[in-house]
Nanobody, 119 residues
Framework: VQLQASGGGLVQAGGSLRLSCAAS????????MGWFRQAPGQEREFVAA????????RYAGSVKGRFTISRDNAKNTVYLQMNSLKPEDTAVYYC?????????????WGQGTLVTVSS
């Protein structure tokens, strides 16, 4: 299983970015997906998750209303649309996959993509 995250970069506060995570080596439409982030000196934290169909989603309180997780099963890709970005959103963002929706621990992880939000 490979998960390739991309789309990170430098953006000003209030701006937007869309992260992508392309999956291979798994039946993507049977897997729930998640996004996590880790800021410098901090522990990794949950950001968002969806079910295999995309019909169920879950968000961390700090991003709810600003971030949206979505997927395209035909492209084996999950997205994280990030709007109204804040400096505290600066982190390395990781995608993850699991056969369960929002498991205690995701089975597969991708490499991270860095998001930097300037004030």
């Amino acid at each position: 299983v490979q998960l390739q995250a991309s789309g990170g970069g430098l953006v000003q506060a209030g701006g937007s970015l869309r992260l992508s995570c392309a999956a291979s080596g798994l039946t993507f439409s049977s897997y729930g997906m998640g996004w996590f982030r880790q800021a410098p000196g901090q522990e990794r934290e949950f950001v968002a998750a969806d079910s295999w169909s995309g019909g169920s989603t879950r968000y961390a309180g700090s991003v709810k209303g600003r971030f949206t997780i979505s997927r395209d099963n035909a492209k084996n890709t999950v997205y994280l649309q990030m709007n109204s970005l804040k400096p505290e959103d600066t982190a390395v963002y990781y995608c993850a996959a699991d056969v369960n929706y929002f498991p205690r621990e995701f089975a597969y992880w991708g490499q991270g993509t860095l998001v930097t939000v300037s004030s």
